[in-house]
């Protein structure tokens, strides 16, 4: 099993409605990164979470983390065609000595109907 | 500000053969990383360095080989390409908690 999971692994939805996408982790969570992919293209960075507690929005899109569950959730308010993508979760779950390595969960694939 | 560029985008080989991806940063980071993506399994890293002149293994290391000789340039060797390794590659750099990624390379291993 995966040490980052993340859920769904896909999602279909019709433009204008809400969605959030899970990841949770098996271990405790030093940093949780949010990163967007569009086919063909590297990954884009999102959001970082250090936290228990902390949320951070850009435009529609809100990223808590909880600390307790060890689990972030990306939510995205009034989804449009250009949200789709693939979402990633990584994190740092070695803490100071990890060398910034990152460790990714599955990844979830949105796509959104005009 | 071109970030982390990645040579070639595409390639294609034969069982046996070898090669070697190229990954640029302009950012003046310390760490550098190579990860692998496939279908349902997320990115896994294949080798990583924390600076010029040093290279450790990551969590699928085997059939790889890396260095890291200048600070902006990390190289991903295949001695002996294997079908197995049919992936696209990513390579990325941090000297912040996130990285930042190149565009990646699809190698299709026939």
């Known amino acids: 099993s995966q040490e980052l999971e993340q859920s769904p692994q896909s999602l279909i939805v019709q433009e204008g409605k809400n969605l959030t996408i899970n990841c949770t982790s098996s271990?405790?969570?030093?940093?949780l990164y949010w990163y967007k992919q569009k086919y063909g293209e590297g990954l884009i960075f999102l959001m970082m979470?250090?936290?228990?507690?902390e949320e951070k929005s850009h435009e529609k899109i809100t990223a808590k983390l909880d600390e307790k569950k060890q689990q972030s959730s990306l939510h995205i308010t009034a989804s449009q065609p250009s949200h789709a993508g693939i979402y990633l979760c990584g994190a740092d779950l070695a803490g100071g000595t990890s060398y910034g390595k990152l460790t990714f969960g599955q990844g979830t694939i949105l796509t959104v109907h005009p | 500000n071109a970030g982390v560029t990645q040579t070639p985008k595409f390639r294609v080989l034969k069982t046996g053969q070898s090669m070697t991806l190229l990954c640029a940063q302009d950012m003046n980071h310390e760490y550098m990383y190579w990860y692998r993506q496939d279908p349902g399994m997320g990115l896994r890293l294949i080798h990583y360095?924390?600076?010029?002149?040093?290279?450790a293994k990551g969590e699928v290391p085997d059939g790889y080989n890396v260095s890291r000789l200048k600070k902006q340039n990390f190289l991903l060797g295949l001695e002996s390409a294997a079908p197995s390794q049919t992936s696209v590659y990513f390579c990325a750099s941090s000297d912040s908690p996130h990285h930042t990624f190149g565009s990646g390379t699809r190698l299709t291993v026939v």
């Open positions: 979470l250090q936290k228990g507690g």
């Open positions: 271990k405790t969570l030093y940093g």
């Open positions: 360095s924390v600076g010029e002149g040093t290279t």
